[in-house]
């Protein structure tokens, strides 16, 4: 940032005004260390455009070619932009930029300014001697790339930024700056799957050496996942040492998942907190299996000691097991900072007291509701800057009450959820006032209502067609999974969904003919519907299912299989299923792919 000249810190007014005062021999110390930066920015600001190239170009003279490319081609750019530049100051800045390319090994761009040179100043003789010197054959016609701009480094990485990470990959074969463009974007996350099949095993072991061996390459990791399957015949003391080894270079990680056994994730959360980086996410997951296959953490937190981190914004803990204490005491201490939350422990209650709720903006939590629980109130009351609310519930508590009293609460809501685990309690007003909650809200993106028995939610908690009846209000609606209530006809309950809806997922109610049911729903859906998930349906022909009821899909889900829709010749459905290592750990990079980034809930380690 720059520091403009204080009348009151400035060379002249402390000269003026010492003047009268002391010796003119009396010297000053210069209260701003920026005086000088400051002193040139208000200089030239008087100057017309072409002086200021001027000052540009004598600046750009001392720079080291083989170290400042990058501001030698935004500032020649900015020089030669100028409509009334003179045709000397244009050679000079040409000339500049073609010997900058040189040193980068850009020949065919130096080239062009060298032919631009010549052009503006024929007799130019230190362009003459750089052709002669670097280009073999001057009256070759120049290969003019037709699909490459010339843009600038930063230009073609504001438009990599905008590429799936499928694309990236293919951009690495490139032979242009894209290329390593791409390397640096999609090395900003590393997977590392240690203790898994060989393959992925050296995969993960050569990523640790590059980084411990290549601090340049180390240094654009943002994100680091590390996954372990937790078997205790695959011992893993050497991928954790590697892996201690290599933390330390990973000077500017900010995000860090781990998803292992808890005696392994010890050893890695011990290492981290021993280096200096500031993190900003935290995600961990203590399992016996990991991946989408088996994310059930098994273990609980009886060896685990947390970071003393105090700057944690997203922080994800899902486990089954294990006390509250050190948890809650690690909310705590980043209680000022955390902004995401996700707490996935079914036998644990909210813990109001050691969360901000005022602070958050993402909160996903599993976990259960006792009977004198206030946490739905609290949750409604504090949450102003919520815009994402995720709730599974072992629900004990009368509930309604709680959504009544703040029926107008979350003011930013996009994204919501209620699912029911399960419930030891009887609020047959349960749904109807989660409806008048949700009624009107124009904001709200996904939503999602499930309970485990239609049948029973709908003579126990009010599950009935009054949830259904609130869609229609929800007009900028994209995603929605729901449990079909029990009092809804299948062809009715499809009109109702919004028109906008591109994502949706549907569980059963019981034991249904698929196809008939599919078939019923296939008039009413939304025209511009790009995803479908079915949970529990019995499907023995994914295809019949598919091509029967939602043929206009780009991307199916049964259960735990994920298909790419295509159509064969003669329009017949076609269904590609996805490998398991997509499925596993990327799904959500590849829904984005094909335009269903929203249809599934943020996994924890997606960071934000």
């Known amino acids: 940032?720059?520091?403009?000249?204080?009348?009151?810190?400035?060379?002249?007014?402390?000269?003026?005004?010492?003047?009268?005062?002391?010796?003119?021999?009396?010297?000053?110390?210069?209260?701003?260390?920026?005086?000088?930066?400051?002193?040139?920015?208000?200089?030239?600001?008087?100057?017309?455009?072409?002086?200021?190239?001027?000052?540009?170009?004598?600046?750009?003279?001392?720079?080291?070619?083989?170290?400042?490319?990058?501001?030698?081609?935004?500032?020649?750019?900015?020089?030669?932009?100028?409509?009334?530049?003179?045709?000397?100051?244009?050679?000079?800045?040409?000339?500049?930029?073609?010997?900058?390319?040189?040193?980068?090994?850009?020949?065919?761009g130096a080239r062009q300014d060298i032919q631009a040179v010549l052009e503006l100043q024929p007799g130019h003789p230190e362009a003459a001697a750089l052709m002669a010197e670097h280009v073999a054959d001057p009256d070759k016609p120049l290969v003019q790339p037709h699909t490459t701009p010339g843009f600038s480094t930063e230009i073609w990485r504001e438009i990599a930024l905008w590429l799936p990470p499928r694309d990236l990959k293919s951009l690495l074969q490139v032979p242009h700056v894209l290329s390593r463009i791409a390397s640096e974007l999609l090395f900003q996350r590393i997977d590392l799957h240690l203790a898994s099949e060989k393959r992925e095993s050296q995969r993960s072991a050569d990523i640790l050496t590059r980084i411990i061996t290549d601090a340049t390459f180390a240094s654009h990791v943002r994100t680091l996942r590390v996954f372990v399957p937790g078997r205790e015949t695959?011992?893993?003391?050497?991928?954790?040492?590697?892996?201690?080894?290599?933390?330390?270079?990973?000077?500017?990680?900010?995000?860090?998942?781990?998803?292992?056994?808890?005696?392994?994730?010890?050893?890695?959360?011990?290492v981290l907190e021993t280096i200096s980086h500031r993190l900003t996410g935290l995600s961990l997951i203590a399992s016996s299996l990991t991946g989408r296959d088996a994310p059930r953490p098994s273990d609980g937190t009886g060896e685990l000691r947390f970071p003393r981190f105090k700057h944690i914004m997203q922080f994800s803990y899902h486990s089954t097991g294990g006390a509250t204490t050190q948890v809650y005491d690690f909310l705590v201490q980043n209680k000022a900072s955390v902004r995401y939350l996700s707490l996935h422990n079914p036998n644990w209650s909210f813990p109001t007291e050691a969360v901000s709720i005022r602070n958050l903006t993402h909160l996903d939590f599993q976990g259960t509701f006792p009977s004198d629980s206030r946490a739905f109130a609290e949750i409604l009351s504090n949450g102003h800057q919520l815009e994402s609310l995720r709730l599974e519930c072992i629900l004990e508590c009368t509930a309604s009450s709680?959504?009544?009293?703040?029926?107008?609460?979350?003011?930013?809501?996009?994204?919501?959820?209620?699912?029911?685990?399960?419930?030891?309690?009887?609020?047959?007003?349960?749904?109807?006032?989660?409806?008048?909650?949700?009624?009107?809200?124009?904001?709200?993106?996904?939503?999602?209502?499930?309970?485990?028995?239609?049948?029973?939610?709908?003579?126990?908690?009010?599950?009935?067609?009054?949830?259904?009846?609130?869609?229609?209000?929800?007009?900028?609606?994209?995603?929605?999974?729901?449990?079909?209530?029990?009092?809804?006809?299948?062809?009715?309950?499809?009109?109702?969904?919004?028109?906008?809806?591109?994502?949706?997922?549907?569980?059963?109610?019981?034991?249904?003919?698929?196809?008939?049911?599919?078939?019923?729903?296939?008039?009413?859906?939304?025209?511009?519907?790009?995803?479908?998930?079915?949970?529990?349906?019995?499907?023995?022909?994914?295809?019949?299912?598919?091509?029967?009821?939602?043929?206009?899909?780009?991307?199916?889900?049964i259960d735990d299989d994920y298909y790419t829709v295509a159509r064969g010749n003669g329009g017949t459905v076609q269904l590609e299923e996805w490998p398991k290592g997509r499925t596993q750990y990327n799904a959500r990079d590849w829904l984005d792919c094909y335009g269903c980034a929203e249809a599934e809930w943020r996994d924890p380690t997606q960071f934000l």
């Not at 920026?34 to 540009?56: H, M, P, W, Y």
């Not at 990680?253 to 781990?258: G, P, Q, S």
């Open 1 to 108: 940032m720059h520091h403009r000249a204080h009348p009151g810190l400035g060379l002249s007014s402390l000269s003026s005004a010492s003047s009268s005062q002391t010796p003119a021999t009396r010297t000053m110390n210069v209260f701003n260390p920026k005086i000088l930066d400051a002193s040139i920015r208000d200089v030239t600001a008087g100057l017309s455009d072409e002086q200021k190239a001027d000052v540009l170009l004598y600046a750009m003279s001392h720079l080291e070619l083989e170290r400042s490319r990058t501001l030698i081609e935004n500032a020649v750019q900015s020089c030669l932009s100028i409509s009334r530049l003179p045709a000397p100051n244009a050679a000079k800045a040409r000339l500049m930029r073609a010997k900058a390319r040189l040193a980068a090994g850009l020949r065919v």
């Open 234 to 270: 695959f011992p893993i003391t050497f991928q954790t040492g590697m892996l201690s080894n290599a933390l330390p270079k990973l000077t500017n990680l900010r995000n860090v998942h781990c998803s292992m056994r808890w005696k392994d994730m010890y050893s890695v959360l011990r």
């Open 402 to 557: 709680q959504f009544r009293e703040f029926a107008n609460a979350l003011p930013f809501l996009h994204h919501f959820a209620f699912s029911l685990m399960g419930y030891r309690v009887n609020d047959h007003d349960l749904f109807p006032a989660i409806a008048e909650f949700l009624k009107g809200r124009n904001a709200l993106r996904s939503l999602q209502l499930t309970v485990p028995s239609a049948d029973w939610a709908l003579k126990r908690l009010g599950y009935d067609a009054t949830v259904w009846g609130v869609l229609p209000s929800l007009t900028s609606l994209k995603t929605l999974t729901a449990t079909l209530p029990k009092d809804v006809a299948a062809a009715v309950a499809m009109w109702l969904v919004p028109r906008g809806v591109q994502a949706l997922s549907l569980q059963a109610l019981a034991p249904v003919n698929t196809i008939e049911f599919v078939s019923q729903l296939r008039a009413g859906l939304p025209p511009r519907l790009k995803y479908i998930g079915l949970t529990h349906f019995h499907v023995e022909d994914a295809r019949s299912v598919i091509e029967q009821g939602f043929p206009m899909v780009r991307i199916a889900r």
